[in-house]
């Protein structure tokens, strides 16, 4: 990225920064906090937080243990722009421009873990041609270089290296909190979460990946998966509202096929003979098969 551009989304993101300082609270004592200088995130008690040169905030009070690398957001970013997942965009896209209220002067999208934005900066974007409201969305992420190539591919949003279990927002604040293939903190989300406001998580259900999982995996326990308890937490921890089942396939050639399994944490415990043996694969069909949960978050009296 040359210096001009990367000038111009510093200065961008800072102004969009700004335009929300109102919402952001210290992640050390919860404080609020301004943007000084356009440069910086302070709070009451003298935290600081610096707009990187890219145009993101590293908030993370401790350098961050994220499992996934450079490499592994190329490669995800790869297989995103591919149009594997353009059915389960365009349907969480529909399901929250239904639950839109009109009467919004602005609607705020929180995406935890959210990577390196291809998934919140598309389902903004449809938002945005769809509603009234003025749509921005707020990724958040453990990991440095996901938040990086986000802030410098979609610089339109606002990138924050943080955890999801201690995000640097005030709360009440978001209209809908996303949560794609990714870890959760429900008590965050709670926090977070506006009265009527709505939780889209995406699980994998037993038939997705399934032909990478049977290479990976044959013949052991793994090589079968149930979100059973990921699905009774959710239930437990917010009002479910509805499950959406999202149910495809598609062929790749080689070369996605290599993206998909480097961007995957199936890959993780298999033994380098079973990698080998998914990145050597010719095209084949591969299988999509997801759960959209919607819920509501808990007041008292649920």
């Not at 769809?130 to 990991?143: E, T, Y």
């Not at 802030?151 to 279990?165: K, L, Q």
């Not at 013949?219 to 079968?224: A, L, P, V």
Request: charged share 25%; glycine share 6%; proline share 3%.
């Amino acid at each position: 990225m040359g210096c001009l551009t990367v000038l111009k989304n510093r200065k961008g993101n800072a102004a969009l920064i700004l335009k929300y300082e109102d919402i952001f609270s210290c992640p050390i004592c919860s404080s609020k906090m301004k943007l000084v200088n356009a440069k910086s995130l302070i709070c009451n008690h003298h935290h600081c937080f610096d707009v990187s040169r890219r145009g993101y905030i590293n908030m993370l009070p401790h350098p961050g243990r994220g499992k996934y690398d450079q490499s592994m957001f190329e490669s995800r970013r790869i297989v995103y722009r591919s149009g594997l997942f353009e059915p389960l965009v365009e349907k969480i896209s529909r399901e929250m421009i239904n639950n839109i209220e009109s009467n919004r002067d602005r609607v705020l999208v929180l995406d935890a873990g959210c990577g390196e934005g291809f998934m919140l900066s598309s389902i903004t974007d449809r938002l945005s041609q769809n509603a009234v409201n003025r749509v921005s969305g707020i990724g958040v992420d453990v990991s440095k270089a996901g938040i990086s190539m986000a802030s410098g591919e979609y610089p339109e949003g606002i990138w924050c290296v943080a955890s999801i279990s201690r995000c640097p927002f005030e709360g009440k604040q978001f209209d809908f909190i996303l949560n794609v293939l990714s870890p959760s903190n429900y008590s965050e989300f709670q926090r977070l979460l506006s009265d009527d406001g709505t939780v889209v998580k995406v699980i994998p259900e037993s038939g997705y990946l399934q032909e990478l999982r049977e290479v990976f995996y044959e013949r052991t326990d793994r090589g079968f998966y149930s979100n059973e308890k990921t699905m009774e937490l959710f239930k437990s921890s917010l009002v479910l509202l509805d499950i959406q089942r999202l149910r495809y396939s598609a062929t790749l050639d080689n070369t996605l096929i290599r993206h998909l399994a480097r961007m995957t944490p199936l890959s993780w415990g298999a033994t380098r003979e079973r990698l080998q043996k998914v990145l050597e694969m010719d095209a084949k069909e591969i299988t999509i098969d997801l759960a959209i949960l919607l819920g509501r978050k808990k007041n008292q009296g649920n």
